[in-house]
């Protein structure tokens, strides 16, 4: 039975609930110090004077770092890059600028880690305060057309503004969505070590071990052969932990002053100022159709904060250059204020999450203005040519989604009317969306080792999120190979490891497990040679193509001959096959047609008319993300995701102090995410078929996909159930009432 599309539990599944899995946090190391991060009280100035003494000399401190005394390091590469991710480009303790509440001002190294907290509390420090503080929330006024930073910040197809404007039907609302943080079970953490001979080995909670890697090469000046980063567990990631913060550029340094290994693990309120967040938006959405619902222009404005020091664009509006078919046009831009705040970042899911909010809330308004049903108007506007590039789209079922989505959901019996539809003194309402994810082509890198005992190791710089990637990885290349699952090892997340790309934008799947696809198919290769034509070979004169690999062994059709992996390679007197693998893929955007994933979600919520209480009691999703090689954790991704999004909907807002320049819930009693009471049981569909244009896997993007346009189908059933259309996340019982 092939082992691709079976649904395997996680091999990695009793360490961690055993407790045998190390974090990074976990690792054990001898002589290891403990380094606390002091933060400034301000948002905008300078600090005058920071005096230490009192620190440096309280028992079991080892140093004090400040802006004075930090090694100095070479400023980070701009723009931007997947390879140099920077969290943030300005550095932190270079000089005496301060642009943000809770940037770092001074590092205190102790013994132990109360000594460390204890002695920042000694540290004093006079500002100078500049003002004002340019903080948020951001509007039009101060809005700046900013430099590229992943895309086209503005996009044009057509007129969109003659388009809209000549149409029969318009809509144009204005969208807004907070600042959120991504709150990952495990806080970030950095332990460095530098070896004898000028190594530095990093343990390190990131999802891109290569990128730290290479920041770190360019800041502190030191080849890359001589960096070591290891990540070999992740109690959470969504984004946040792809780049390289202050935090792990100040570890590396201390170790290196002092010749002690250097532990540095934030608290949970240093999450929120140090590592990025989800920058809240203000999107402009206008659309223009006929009195049938057909899309006639598409125009979508966002604007979103940005550091005085860089320029993150969160791009809200990517969604509407692709989702729907619009004859007359589509436009799209983005806009930045420069605040005082650290460096938003991306969050499950970036871009897309933020802009489906928009453009499937206002599809939406767009069918209750035409009469037209939400499902049918999508349906009318779906398209097989990508509507910003003209390519055709690889595969999309979008149309797959929309219909069996709402079939499992009940869709058709629905009444349409808002506040039509009761159970006993709850208003009930149903609404669906649906989604688009970008699909990202990255090279990869794999290596697979036929061992004599008959079983087989992977190796690659790849990483586990949590999400499952040991036990798929295992799946492609036992598949591959013809073992059974449990006779092949996986190891990831070590710099040391064949190279890879960094765990995020869903890509892993495809474009990492494509790696050891070629890798484990050219030990299979390997293998058939040796058997062809190795020591004894068993198959002598035999074509390949006669050679068929399973249950461990190699077989010649139509005979009775078999070897199994352990006697060939014994036979031949090899301890080990090696085979390399290198996925190397063009560029999506360069490729002949449009890959893309698609989704269509559908939510039932339940209002309290007296209270203005949403709760969630029906969700169905159904998802084109390809092939599928795991549905068991396919599954746990969409669960994941769509809790996710209802936290994006009811409940996740950082609450911010303009005034002061900072934000105020930073813990999880402040910060409210989803828990079991808030999420019924939840319906998953896999509707997509195998896109080799995606990937030699046929695999697309599923992780992040889970979480985009489950926000807007909660938002239109909310309308539904009662009639109030809530434009502003999350919808608290305050927008409710």
């Known amino acids: 039975m092939s082992a691709i599309g079976q649904p395997i539990s996680r091999v990695d599944g009793r360490l961690k609930v055993t407790g045998g899995a190390l974090y990074t946090a976990d690792i054990p190391l001898a002589d290891a110090t403990h380094a606390v991060i002091v933060h400034s009280t301000i948002a905008n100035g300078r600090t005058v004077s920071i005096d230490t003494e009192v620190a440096e000399n309280a028992p079991g401190v080892l140093t004090v770092f400040t802006h004075r005394n930090m090694p100095r390091m070479n400023p980070t590469p701009k723009p931007w890059s997947h390879l140099h991710p920077h969290g943030q480009s300005y550095l932190p303790l270079q000089d005496d600028k301060i642009h943000y509440a809770g940037q770092p001002i001074a590092l205190v190294v102790a013994e132990t880690l109360d000594q460390a907290t204890h002695a920042g509390t000694l540290i004093r420090v006079e500002y100078e305060v500049e003002r004002p503080v340019a903080f948020g929330p951001q509007t039009a006024k101060e809005a700046v057309d900013p430099p590229q930073f992943l895309w086209p910040v503005a996009s044009s197809v057509g007129d969109a503004d003659k388009a809209i404007a000549a149409a029969a039907v318009r809509i144009e609302q204005t969208y807004t969505t907070s600042d959120r943080h991504h709150n990952q079970m495990e806080p970030h953490a950095t332990v460095a070590v530098w070896d004898a001979d000028g190594t530095l080995t990093l343990y390190e909670t990131t999802q ?111 969604c509407a250059r692709s989702l729907w078919a619009a004859s007359g046009g589509i436009s799209t831009n983005h806009k930045v204020v420069h605040v005082n705040r650290n460096t938003p970042t991306a969050m499950r899911s970036p871009h897309e999450a933020l802009g489906h909010f928009a453009l499937e809330s206002a599809m939406d308004e767009l069918a209750y203005a035409t009469g037209v049903d939400p499902v049918a108007l999508r349906l009318l506007n779906d398209t097989e040519i990508d509507p910003h590039s003209g390519r055709p789209f690889s595969t999309r079922a979008m149309r797959k989604c929309l219909t069996a989505g709402a079939a499992r959901f009940g869709w058709e019996r629905r009444t349409p009317e808002p506040r039509s539809m009761h159970d006993g003194r709850y208003l009930i309402g149903q609404g669906m969306a649906g989604a688009i994810y970008t699909h990202w082509r990255w090279p990869a890198k794999a290596r697979v080792t036929l061992n004599r005992d008959g079983s087989a190791l992977v190796e690659a710089g790849m990483h586990d999120l949590g999400t499952g990637t040991y036990t798929v990885m295992q799946q492609v290349a036992a598949d591959t190979l013809g073992l059974a699952p449990d006779k092949v090892t996986v190891r990831l997340g070590d710099t040391r490891l064949p190279a890879s790309h960094a765990a995020i934008g869903s890509a892993t799947m495809a474009n990492a497990g494509a790696s050891v696809m070629l890798a484990a198919n050219a030990a299979r290769d390997r293998a058939i040679e040796l058997a062809l034509t190795g020591r004894d070979a068993p198959f002598a004169g035999a074509g390949r193509e006669d050679v068929l690999v399973a249950d461990g062994m190699l077989a010649l059709a139509g005979t009775n001959l078999n070897i199994t992996y352990a006697e060939l390679l014994a036979r031949n007197g090899l301890s080990t096959l090696v085979a390399d693998g290198d996925y190397d893929p063009v560029e999506e955007a360069q490729g002949p047609k449009a890959v893309f994933s698609f989704s269509a979600v559908f939510a039932e919520v339940r209002v309290d008319p007296d209270l203005g209480l949403v709760r969630l009691s029906r969700f169905v999703g159904a998802y084109d993300a390809g092939r599928i090689i795991n549905p068991k954790t396919a599954r746990s991704q969409a669960i994941g995701g769509i809790i996710w999004g209802v936290g994006q909907a009811l409940l996740e807002q950082s609450e911010t102090d303009p005034m002061m320049g900072r934000f105020l819930n930073r813990n999880y009693s402040g910060y409210l995410v989803p828990t079991n009471a808030d999420i019924p049981e939840l319906d998953i569909l896999f509707v997509g078929e195998f896109d080799e244009e995606a990937s030699p896997l046929g695999a697309k993007g599923l992780g992040e996909l889970t979480a985009v346009s489950v926000a807007p189908a909660i938002a239109n059933a909310v309308y539904h159930a009662t009639g109030k259309r809530v434009r502003d996340l999350p919808i608290t019982v305050e927008k409710m009432l």
Not at 214 to 237: C, M
């Open 208 to 318: 891109h071990i290569f990128g730290t890697r290479e920041l770190l090469s360019i800041v502190l000046g030191i080849p890359p052969a001589k960096i070591n980063v290891v990540s070999h567990f992740l109690g959470g990631g969504f984004g946040g932990k792809a780049y390289v913060w202050p935090h792990t550029l100040m570890a590396a340094l201390a170790a290196k002053v002092l010749n002690r290994p250097v532990r540095v693990q934030l608290t949970r309120a240093q999450m929120y100022s140090m590592v990025g967040h989800q920058p809240a938006t203000i999107q402009t959405i206008a659309l223009g159709a006929g009195e049938d619902g057909k899309l006639a222009g598409i125009r979508h404005q966002s604007i979103s904060p940005t550091p005085v020091f860089d320029n993150y664009i969160e791009y809200a509006a990517l």
